[in-house]
């Protein structure tokens, strides 16, 4: 009994430092890229979705390099799902909505679903060859997938900053015009004009310490999280779908709650859409070229097309709501998560 207090109270801890250590994580690079001329939106996809996902990434590749690989596949399958179904759900209940944009359907939405098939494809041929090459072949896929996202998301960036300075030179004088062309025209005037904020040195410090204590607090993490399972005979990939998946979220929930009730939509969803893609490509395609990872026939058959169907129906559910996740489109999310863990738990095993 005094064994499982212990292990209990290292994994309460280093959960601790994970949450607090992601925070500063995600203060800092906020400031480090709204210095440099980054929009609202791009940080949400990109570097708070990368911040948040910091625990999951940092746990799964820990889980891969100490021979518990399955808990780090369950990990990033399982975040995913609660990320979708459970935090944008419980976001939409909390605030009554969250409106997003064409991109989100038409680029950030899509993108997700387009990984977690590739994610599919590739589980499927390492779990057909066994091969460590076809393993690190899938790892570069997907690394490559994301630059390649992160690529076309500056692209829109620098797209969208010529309109609107194109936008603002013809119809400066009346500013009523501008701010009904474009409803982020506050976020991307800060954009362009990047003299209202200087780079801090000490946040770029910050942000390294802040990396420096999630590697630490991930492998606690992982370590007190490993032995959980072995004093209660669950097995690593089960630890990995709940318990680890819904509690290195905390971030992602207090971001993507906070960010709604203060009406940065854009951030809120994006965040969340950008975490479900980095989680795969970087927190299942770092580890992978590493380790051969090995992949569980249900993962395959259910937990990656359970997934996949979040995806679809979150994309779904938005497109046909005016653009927005309603209060009822919430409910409908988060017993979406409901439905899989009581199907996995108790008829999937």
């Given at each position: 009994?005094?064994?499982?207090?212990?292990?209990?109270?290292l994994?309460?801890?280093?959960?601790?430092i994970?949450?607090?250590?992601?925070?500063?994580?995600?203060?800092n690079?906020?400031?480090?890229?709204?210095?440099?001329?980054?929009?609202?939106?791009?940080?949400?996809?990109?570097?708070?979705?990368?911040?948040?996902?910091?625990?999951?990434?940092?746990?799964?590749?820990?889980?891969?390099?100490?021979?518990?690989?399955?808990?780090?596949?369950?990990?990033?399958?399982?975040?995913?799902?609660?990320?979708?179904?459970?935090?944008?759900?419980?976001?939409?209940?909390?605030?009554?909505?969250?409106?997003?944009?064409?991109?989100?359907?038409?680029?950030?939405?899509?993108?997700?679903?387009?990984?977690?098939?590739?994610?599919?494809?590739?589980?499927?041929?390492?779990?057909?060859?066994?091969?460590?090459?076809?393993?690190?072949?899938?790892?570069?896929?997907?690394?490559?997938?994301?630059?390649?996202?992160?690529r076309?998301?500056?692209?829109d960036?620098?797209?969208?900053?010529?309109?609107?300075?194109?936008?603002?030179?013809?119809?400066?004088?009346?500013k009523?015009?501008?701010?009904?062309?474009?409803?982020?025209?506050?976020?991307?005037?800060?954009?362009?004009?990047?003299?209202?904020?200087?780079?801090?040195?000490k946040?770029?410090?910050?942000?390294?310490?802040?990396?420096?204590?999630?590697?630490?607090?991930?492998?606690?993490?992982?370590?007190?999280?490993?032995?959980?399972?072995?004093?209660?005979?669950?097995?690593?990939?089960?630890?990995?779908l709940?318990?680890?998946?819904?509690?290195?979220?905390?971030?992602?929930l207090?971001?993507?709650?906070?960010?709604?009730?203060?009406?940065?939509?854009?951030?809120?969803?994006?965040?969340?859409?950008?975490?479900?893609?980095?989680?795969?490509?970087?927190?299942?395609?770092?580890?992978?070229?590493?380790?051969?990872m090995?992949?569980?026939?249900?993962?395959?058959?259910?937990?990656?097309?359970?997934?996949?169907?979040?995806?679809?129906?979150?994309?779904?559910l938005?497109?046909?709501?005016?653009?927005?996740?309603?209060?009822?489109?919430?409910?409908?999310?988060?017993?979406?998560?409901?439905?899989?863990v009581?199907?996995?738990?108790?008829?999937?095993?």
């Amino acid at each position: 009994m005094l064994e499982i207090l212990e292990i209990a109270v290292l994994f309460i801890i280093a959960l601790l430092i994970v949450i607090k250590a992601a925070d500063i994580f995600v203060d800092n690079v906020l400031k480090v890229g709204t210095a440099l001329g980054v929009s609202q939106v791009l940080l949400g996809i990109t570097a708070v979705a990368m911040g948040t996902s910091l625990p999951e990434y940092g746990s799964a590749l820990i889980s891969s390099l100490s021979s518990t690989e399955g808990m780090g596949l369950g990990l990033v399958i399982g975040s995913n799902i609660w990320n979708l179904a459970g935090i944008l759900g419980i976001s939409a209940v909390i605030t009554g909505y969250i409106e997003a944009d064409e991109k989100f359907i038409k680029r950030d939405g899509l993108m997700a679903v387009l990984v977690g098939v590739i994610l599919f494809c590739i589980m499927f041929a390492v779990l057909l060859t066994s091969s460590d090459i076809v393993s690190k072949i899938g790892s570069v896929i997907m690394i490559a997938v994301f630059f390649y996202y992160l690529r076309i998301l500056i692209k829109d960036q620098k797209k969208e900053i010529r309109e609107f300075e194109s936008i603002k030179e013809k119809t400066a004088k009346n500013k009523d015009t501008i701010e009904k062309i474009d409803e982020n025209i506050p976020e991307i005037e800060e954009v362009i004009d990047r003299n209202k904020k200087t780079l801090d040195k000490k946040n770029i410090l910050y942000v390294i310490l802040a990396i420096i204590s999630i590697i630490i607090g991930c492998e606690l993490l992982v370590h007190s999280t490993r032995e959980l399972a072995a004093v209660f005979a669950i097995p690593e990939m089960m630890m990995g779908l709940f318990l680890l998946a819904i509690t290195t979220s905390f971030p992602e929930l207090v971001i993507a709650v906070t960010s709604a009730r203060k009406g940065l939509h854009g951030m809120a969803i994006g965040s969340i859409v950008g975490t479900a893609a980095f989680n795969i490509l970087i927190g299942i395609g770092i580890p992978a070229f590493v380790v051969t990872m090995p992949v569980n026939p249900l993962s395959l058959y259910f937990d990656a097309p359970y997934m996949i169907a979040v995806y679809a129906l979150t994309i779904i559910l938005v497109k046909y709501n005016g653009m927005k996740l309603t209060r009822l489109t919430g409910i409908f999310l988060i017993s979406l998560y409901i439905l899989y863990v009581v199907l996995r738990i108790f008829f999937i095993t």
